[in-house]
């Protein structure tokens, strides 16, 4: 008779429910071990650290033949150190004589060592999901990974330090977890806080501008002018996720282990090196995890230095910043990673970094800053909502005492913007993701307002995206005034940044004209 037991194993960022059946095989040696069911290699080595742990616990039984274990269903990959418990649940259940232990629908997951610890492993979010999902009554996994199964309502929970601790919670001498479900109360603010910030006005104002609208931002300045800095200040004036992003961002994290459960609210804020690959950006690998793009969903991702990544690599980036998702086509199918985040970039004017400032400092020649900045593509830029020109803080800015106004006062600004968007668009859409017939009709044009925005698009030549971007970001500077209705003023305000002040005066000559 077969003996069968519940694990998972991760595929992307879904798990899988995989039946682990043994049962004793005359066609084997006495006392081989093998797995079927496309086991890769540490699956297989994990056999082997199942069953050193599992075999002191049965009493010094031998198997009278060899033992084939199968894992169903058979065309899955299984890959992942998640069944090693479950292995050592069905050897030792098989030499104890355990009756159909499926019945208890009970999941196990965990790596397992030699001596039978059992030791954390990722992807245990998404596995207390899947057993949600088909019904299960418990999850038994690694005492170290109960922090983050308690973010789920559903089965219950049966942390084990050993082997033997599973064993007994098969048996059914265990009782579960009686720890708090669900993701909690909110955290405070992340990050440094924008008091820090002397001076540099103009970009405190684009930042919040894309904290509120959810609009994508691009800085140029040169070395030491405060764009790192700014940056990573951004997620301290985001407010808090909700329920159902929170639990989306931890599954993510959890499938890269990289969740901290202490800080489930907070938006993520990722910085990948400008020498990350186009795998480590967008996703991949074998098996396949998701990138830096989705890891930063319902957060920041941000390129500092973004014209040295790889030309390549960036080019990726248009359609997720597009459809807020990403698709990898793989052998064994599609993989689709959400990937909803706010692209802030950073980037020096030139190579050696002085070039407009007027000081001389600047060494490079027009075709050394033309090959620099042509390193971004047309479409690349056109899909920054926002950009802006970055000068040197003056020392009496840089110096002074005061401060400026905190985290806390523009994030109250920021959460009162996007209730207002909640409002109108009636769900957690944004300004920067609604559809652009949305948006027109929101804004409530005057005659004046069209006239003067068919104008300026006229004048400076931009695209369809460009001016759909454009409306967008005018609809939040409204938002964040409060106002019903897009005027002039909004309108010339979102022009300024989307030109970044390359055509500061032709901007003020469109004003004055209107």
Not at 99 to 104: G, L, M
Not at 383 to 407: C, H
Not at 473 to 488: I, S
Request: with cysteine.
């Amino acid at each position: 008779m077969a003996v069968r037991i519940l694990g998972t194993v991760l595929d992307g960022l879904e798990a899988v429910e995989v039946t682990v059946e043994a049962r004793y095989s005359e066609a084997l040696r006495v006392s081989e071990v093998k797995v079927v069911g496309l086991p890769d290699a540490a699956v297989k080595e994990g056999m082997l650290r199942a069953r050193s742990a599992a075999w002191p616990l049965c009493s010094g039984r031998v198997p009278p033949s060899g033992v084939l274990v199968n894992l169903a269903p058979a065309d899955i990959r299984k890959t992942g150190r998640a069944l090693d418990l479950a292995l050592a649940m069905v050897y030792a259940g098989m030499l104890l004589g355990v009756e159909d232990p499926t019945a208890s629908g009970l999941v196990f997951l965990g790596e397992v060592g030699l001596g039978g610890a059992v030791r954390p492993v990722r992807g245990v979010l998404a596995g207390v999901m899947e057993a949600r999902g088909r019904g299960r009554d418990g999850v038994v996994l690694p005492r170290d990974n109960l922090v983050e199964a308690r973010l789920v309502e559903g089965p219950a929970l049966f942390p084990v330090d050993r082997v033997e601790d599973a064993l007994a919670v098969l048996r059914g001498g265990v009782l579960a977890d009686q720890g708090p479900r669900g993701p909690g109360a909110c955290d405070g603010a992340c990050g440094p806080d924008f008091a820090d910030v002397r001076g540099q006005f103009e970009a405190r104002h684009a930042l919040e501008i894309a904290a509120a609208g959810r609009h994508n931002l691009l800085m140029e300045g040169p070395p030491g002018a405060g764009k790192t800095m700014l940056a990573r200040r951004l997620p301290s004036i985001l407010p808090q996720l909700t329920d159902d992003a929170a639990l989306e961002v931890a599954r993510i994290r959890s499938a890269v282990r990289t969740l901290d459960a202490g800080r489930i609210r907070q938006p993520p804020f990722r910085a990948p090196h400008h020498s990350a690959t186009s795998a480590g950006l967008i996703g991949g690998g074998n098996p396949v995890r998701p990138g830096e793009l989705s890891q930063a969903h319902h957060g920041v991702l941000f390129l500092d230095e973004i014209p040295e990544f790889d030309r390549r690599a960036l080019e990726m980036l248009r359609e997720p910043m597009e459809e807020c998702v990403v698709h990898l086509t793989r052998v064994g199918g599609v993989r689709r990673f959400p990937a909803d985040f706010i692209v802030l970039a950073a980037m020096n004017p030139c190579p050696c970094g002085w070039h407009g400032l007027g000081d001389g400092r600047c060494r490079c020649t027009p075709r050394q800053v033309q090959r620099y900045r042509g390193r971004l593509s047309g479409p690349l830029l056109d899909r920054f909502d926002m950009r802006i020109r970055l000068l040197p803080v003056p020392p009496t800015e840089l110096l002074e005492d005061g401060s400026g106004e905190s985290s806390d006062v523009v994030r109250g600004r920021v959460e009162e913007a996007r209730e207002a968007q909640r409002r109108r668009w009636k769900g957690p859409s944004s300004n920067g993701r609604v559809s652009d017939v949305a948006v027109r009709r929101a804004n409530g044009y005057d005659s004046p307002a069209r006239s003067l925005l068919i104008r300026l698009v006229t004048t400076h030549r931009l695209s369809a995206r460009a001016t759909r971007r454009l409306e967008r970001v005018a609809r939040t500077v409204a938002d964040l005034e409060g106002a019903g209705a897009v005027t002039e003023s909004h309108l010339m305000l979102a022009l300024r940044f989307r030109l970044g002040g390359e055509m500061e005066a032709q901007v003020e000559h469109g004003s004055a004209g209107s």
